[in-house]
């Protein structure tokens, strides 16, 4: 008797054209995939574009969940970072050097909630004192990358996003 050899058919979790979340860079859009020999492998990628950043990252299809690409979150889980913007901001008495180590982990988690913490803590209005310079940057990649899932799960523009969020947080204080 001769064994058969199964070929396994990897379902593709995504398709050209679809949104997706990669932790350290935020919304990309999926533009094809790829078949690529390299180091003498071949490999299928998911080639995903970074429009704003002007970047296109291959992702090996194996490697997908390991490298924790994702789809966007789903309108429960943006309603849940939205609710996270109108919390109580939790003052830190800590370093600003070990909170930005921590801000930074959350950003680069992808996680909207994470994300809308941080967003949330760096914050301020008008009537409150002035942030450093590197607490103003940081707030601004964090509204951003949160801004950019929101506006991909509403169907808005970015800057729309963005006025959105600020204003629900101005609105929250």
């Given at each position: 008797?001769?064994?058969?050899?199964?070929?396994?058919?990897?379902k593709?979790?995504?398709?050209e054209?679809?949104?997706v979340?990669?932790?350290?860079?935020?919304?990309g859009?999926v533009?094809?995939v790829e078949?690529?020999e390299?180091?003498?492998?071949?490999?299928?990628?998911?080639?995903?574009?970074?429009?704003?950043?002007?970047?296109?990252?291959?992702?090996p299809?194996?490697?997908?969940?390991?490298?924790?690409?994702?789809?966007?979150?789903?309108?429960?889980?943006?309603?849940?970072?939205?609710k996270t913007?109108?919390g109580?901001?939790?003052?830190?008495?800590?370093?600003?050097?070990?909170?930005?180590?921590?801000y930074?982990?959350?950003?680069?988690?992808?996680?909207?909630i994470?994300?809308?913490?941080?967003?949330?803590?760096?914050?301020?209005?008008?009537?409150?004192?002035?942030?450093?310079?590197?607490?103003?940057?940081?707030?601004?990649?964090?509204?951003?990358?949160l801004?950019?899932?929101?506006?991909a799960?509403?169907?808005?523009e970015?800057?729309?996003?963005?006025?959105?969020?600020?204003?629900?947080?101005?609105t929250a204080?």
């Amino acid at each position: 008797m001769v064994a058969k050899k199964k070929k396994v058919i990897q379902k593709l979790e995504f398709k050209e054209g679809d949104y997706v979340v990669y932790p350290t860079h935020g919304v990309g859009m999926v533009t094809g995939v790829e078949n690529r020999e390299i180091s003498g492998q071949k490999l299928k990628l998911f080639v995903v574009n970074f429009e704003k950043e002007r970047m296109i990252l291959r992702v090996p299809i194996a490697k997908v969940k390991e490298s924790g690409l994702r789809k966007l979150s789903d309108s429960k889980v943006i309603d849940s970072a939205l609710k996270t913007l109108k919390g109580r901001v939790r003052v830190k008495r800590t370093m600003w050097s070990r909170r930005a180590q921590e801000y930074e982990a959350k950003i680069n988690s992808g996680d909207p909630i994470a994300i809308a913490e941080v967003v949330r803590e760096l914050h301020r209005n008008e009537d409150q004192p002035e942030q450093s310079y590197s607490e103003r940057q940081m707030y601004q990649v964090a509204l951003d990358r949160l801004a950019r899932e929101f506006a991909a799960v509403e169907e808005i523009e970015h800057e729309i996003a963005v006025d959105k969020l600020e204003t629900l947080m101005r609105t929250a204080a």
